[in-house]
């Protein structure tokens, strides 16, 4: 598979510039006060970056998924992390089962204000019973003439606060009654209305400019219109926009994992102790030129992946492989920007801290590394499935 580490330099070039209106403090603020980055969205919104991965029928750029990932790798190493990167993750993965499967009526109503911009997706799958499982989750739909009525509960649906839509799953036939665990669950792309749905924010450990929520929903009238796809083929759907998310949070854990090793570097090369750069020790040096090592590494599988999406081949593997090394590198790198910035490093200030937080996103979500792991395992290696 052919693949380029470097196929958009424009790209890069581009958010780079945009990114520069909006410093470190800038973000460390939004994560502070806990505020969305309303200004850094309305800047790349009227750029046309939301629309980068939606088709140019439908007020998209039609661009490829690996210009995508160019995009928010660029972001998210400009400093701003998952604060910033977090702000537009979800147009790049979230509708592409409306691109893939949803009726052109569906397509015309769903997918522009997203390309726009103007509407906010989120992705409401995870449940606090069923956590990795997700065939097991109880959210039910029931058909009632044209109308299905939704009951559960999600967790960690990040944006629900501000979202106008969710991409929801929920079982429309209990698993009782199914072949499979993965038959009976169905796909809706609907209205947040929030007289059927409570949102509340989880208090949590970093990204606090975009709140994680715990979401009830009770007796959500959700139109036939909203489903995506057939009934009881939800699980299947869903699955074509998960390798996405894993490359993008692959790609952003690089980007964060690359500032922190640049900056860590500058202040090694400038902070004085001993009467010489603390830089110029090789306990210090060599830490760093490793992380970057590792970072470079775990990118080259990000690129493989995301090419091998755009040509349509299957690319799992690649997929879980880039988000499993690329959290892993970028955890190492911000643990050890800390240890270079020594104490310093703890303050708010030196921004590393906010970054280490975040960082343990890709290591948790949006799939285990122990996960990431076994779906190589089982195949990749030929191995027994092991969940
Ligand atoms: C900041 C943040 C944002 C998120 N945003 C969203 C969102 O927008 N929408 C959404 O739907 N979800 C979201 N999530 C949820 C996320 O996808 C889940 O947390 C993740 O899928 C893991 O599920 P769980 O936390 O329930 O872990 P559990 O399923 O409870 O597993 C806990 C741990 O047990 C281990 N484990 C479990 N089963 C196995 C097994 N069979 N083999 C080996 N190890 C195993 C894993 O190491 C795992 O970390 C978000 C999470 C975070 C932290």
């Known amino acids: 598979m052919q693949f380029d580490t470097d196929p958009h330099p424009e790209i890069r070039e581009a958010i780079f510039k945009l990114c520069d209106s909006f410093g470190l403090n800038y973000w460390l603020e939004c994560d502070n006060d806990e505020r969305f980055p309303t200004e850094f969205f309305a800047a790349l919104r009227e750029g046309g970056w939301t629309g980068i991965y939606f088709p140019q029928e439908f007020g998209g750029s039609g661009s490829s998924f690996t210009a995508a990932v160019t995009m928010i790798q660029a972001i998210a190493e400009s400093g701003s992390g998952w604060t910033g990167g977090g702000s537009i993750h979800h147009y790049l993965f979230t509708p592409h089962p409306i691109v893939v499967y949803g009726t052109p009526e569906q397509k015309r109503r769903f997918l522009p204000p997203l390309a726009q911009g103007i509407e906010r997706p989120c992705m409401a799958l995870t449940e606090p019973n069923t956590g990795l499982d997700t065939t097991r989750l109880s959210t039910r739909a029931l058909r009632s003439g044209d109308h299905y009525i939704m009951n559960g509960e999600k967790v960690w649906t990040t944006g629900a606060m501000i979202a106008d839509r969710m991409l929801v799953l929920a079982r429309t036939r209990p698993v009782q009654e199914t072949p499979r665990p993965i038959d009976g669950l169905t796909l809706f792309y609907t209205a947040i209305d929030r007289r059927y749905v409570d949102v509340r924010p989880i208090k949590k450990h970093g990204y606090q400019a975009n709140a994680s929520c715990q979401v009830l929903i009770n007796d959500l009238p959700v139109p036939v219109q909203d489903r995506i796809g057939e009934e009881g083929k939800g699980f299947r759907y869903l699955l074509d926009g998960l390798n996405p998310e894993r490359v993008t949070a692959a790609a952003m854990a690089v980007g964060?994992?690359?500032?922190?090793?640049?900056?860590?570097?500058?202040?090694?090369?400038?902070?004085?102790?001993?009467?010489?750069?603390?830089?110029?020790?090789?306990?210090?040096?060599?830490?760093?030129?490793?992380?970057?090592?590792?970072?470079?590494?775990?990118?080259?599988?990000?690129?493989?992946?995301?090419?091998?999406?755009?040509?349509?081949?299957?690319?799992?593997?690649?997929?879980?492989?880039?988000?499993?090394?690329?959290?892993?590198?970028?955890?190492?790198?911000?643990?050890?920007?800390?240890?270079?910035?020594?104490?310093?490093?703890?303050?708010?200030?030196?921004?590393?801290?906010?970054?280490?937080?975040?960082?343990?996103?890709?290591?948790?979500?949006?799939?285990?590394?122990?996960?990431?792991?076994?779906?190589?395992a089982e195949r990749e290696l030929g191995m027994p499935k092991s969940y």
């Not at 210090?284 to 970057?292: E, H, I, K, R, Y």
Request: proline fraction near 4%.
């Open 256 to 376: 964060v994992g690359r500032f922190v090793v640049k900056k860590a570097s500058v202040y090694a090369t400038e902070r004085v102790v001993f009467g010489r750069p603390i830089g110029q020790n090789q306990a210090v040096q060599l830490p760093l030129a490793q992380c970057w090592a590792e970072l470079e590494a775990a990118n080259l599988m990000v690129y493989k992946a995301a090419a091998m999406y755009d040509a349509g081949l299957p690319c799992g593997v690649e997929a879980n492989a880039a988000k499993f090394l690329a959290a892993e590198a970028a955890q190492k790198a911000c643990r050890q920007a800390m240890i270079t910035h020594g104490g310093f490093g703890f303050a708010k200030e030196f921004h590393v801290e906010r970054l280490l937080r975040e960082i343990m996103i890709p290591v948790l979500a949006p799939v285990a590394q122990s996960l990431a792991l076994c779906y190589i």
